[in-house]
C-alpha cells in the first residue's frame, strides 16, 4: 500500500501525546475527586461506578482520529484490471517432433490441453488467436473474444514438418499490429510461444524476437519437452528410424529477453498446464492504482459511533 499525501502520516505521532495526557488528566482528575469526597458515602452516592470501561470510548475515538488521518493521506492499493483491446497469440509449434511421447500423452496432445487452460485464465475481454507453425505458420483463429472459436482452433492442431520459429514470430507481430486499436495505434499485445525443438528454417529466431520487442510485443517463450525426447519416422529403402528431438530453452530464453518477456520451460504435461494457467491470468492485465481512501473513513465513523453509543450506555445513567 502506498499513500499520495504520506506527510499527513506524521499527525499519527502525535496520537502517543494526546495518550500521554490523558492520562494525566484521569490521574489529576482522580487526585481532585477525593479532596473533595467523602469515601463512607461513595457506595450510596454512586453504586455503579464505570471502572476500566471509562477508557474504552475514548481508545475508540483515538482509533477513530488514526483512521481519519489514514484516510487523508490517500491511501492508494495496487489492482490487476484488464487491457482494454488487449491481443495474445498462442503461438504452438506443430513440427513432428511434437509426436514425441516424453511428455504424456504427446507433446502436441499436452499442448491443446494446456491452451485451454491458458484460455480459460485469460479476461473474457481479451482477444486471443492460435497460430500453428512448422516450416509454415497457419493462422488458425484471428484474435478474439470468442473462447469457443479459440478452443475449437487448438483443437486443429496436427503435428507434421521441420520448425521456422523466425518467420513464424514475423508472421505474428503482423496479425497483432494488422488492426489499430482507438486510439489508431496497435493495441496492447503479447505473444506465447511453445516450441519444442531448435528452429531449422527461416529469419534467425532471435532476429525476429528483437523486432517484437520493438514493436512493444513481449515474447512468452514455452520450451516444451525433455532432452530425451525421441520420434520414430520411415527410413528410405523401407524400415524406421528413431530420431532424437530435445528442446532448445537457450534460444528460447534469448527470444524473450530480446522482447521484454519470460521464459519458461515445461518437462511434463503438469508443469506445461500450470505455465499456462499462470500467464493465462498475468496476461491482458495491468496493475493500476486503487484510492481507498473511503475505506478508512469508514472505519473511521465506525469507531465514532461506537464510542458514542457506548459512552451513552455505560455513562448515560450515571448522569
Do not use: C
Not at 493495441?187 to 524476437?209: E, H, N, Q, R, W
Not at 521484454?260 to 498446464?273: E, H, M, P, T
Not at 500450470?274 to 495491468?286: A, D, N
Amino acid at each position: 500500500m502506498s499513500f499520495g499525501a504520506p506527510l499527513i502520516l506524521l499527525g499519527l505521532a502525535l496520537l502517543p501525546v494526546l495518550a500521554l495526557a490523558y492520562g494525566r488528566y484521569q490521574r489529576t482528575r482522580g487526585r481532585a475527586a477525593a479532596v473533595f469526597s467523602a469515601p463512607h458515602l461513595a457506595a450510596s452516592v454512586t453504586p455503579t461506578r464505570p471502572g476500566w470501561r471509562r477508557h474504552i470510548p475514548m481508545l475508540a475515538f483515538a482509533l477513530a482520529l488514526s483512521l481519519i488521518l489514514i484516510a487523508a493521506a490517500k491511501p492508494q492499493t495496487t489492482v490487476a484490471v484488464p487491457v482494454e483491446h488487449a491481443s495474445i497469440l498462442l503461438m504452438t509449434d506443430v513440427s513432428g517432433s511434437m509426436e514425441a511421447q516424453d511428455v504424456q500423452p504427446s507433446r502436441l496432445v499436452a499442448a491443446r490441453r494446456a491452451g485451454t487452460a491458458f484460455v480459460d485464465g485469460v479476461p473474457k475481454q481479451v482477444n486471443v488467436g492460435v497460430m500453428a507453425f512448422n516450416q509454415t505458420p497457419t493462422i488458425l483463429q484471428s484474435p478474439t473474444t470468442d473462447r469457443l472459436a479459440v478452443k475449437s482452433a487448438l483443437q486443429r492442431l496436427k503435428a507434421s514438418g521441420g520448425t521456422a520459429t523466425g518467420d513464424a514470430v514475423r508472421a505474428a507481430v503482423r496479425t497483432l499490429t494488422a488492426t489499430p486499436g482507438p486510439t489508431g495505434k496497435p493495441p496492447p499485445a503479447a505473444i506465447v510461444l511453445l516450441s519444442d525443438g531448435k528452429s531449422v528454417k527461416g529469419v534467425a529466431p532471435l532476429t525476429a524476437a528483437q523486432e517484437a520487442g520493438k514493436r512493444h510485443i513481449p515474447i512468452y517463450t514455452v520450451a516444451l519437452g525433455t532432452a530425451s525426447g525421441t520420434i520414430t519416422v520411415p527410413r528410405q529403402g523401407g524400415g524406421t528410424e528413431t530420431h532424437q528431438v530435445p528442446p532448445d530453452p537457450a534460444t528460447l530464453r534469448q527470444m524473450s529477453a530480446a522482447s521484454g518477456g519470460q521464459a519458461f520451460q515445461a518437462a511434463d504435461a503438469q508443469r506445461l498446464s500450470q505455465v499456462y494457467e499462470r500467464l493465462g491470468s498475468q496476461l491482458g492485465r495491468k496493475n493500476e492504482p486503487r484510492q481507498i481512501s473511503s475505506l478508512f473513513a469508514a472505519a473511521a465513523l465506525a469507531f465514532l459511533l461506537a464510542g458514542a453509543a457506548l459512552t451513552l450506555r455505560w455513562f448515560g445513567r450515571l448522569i
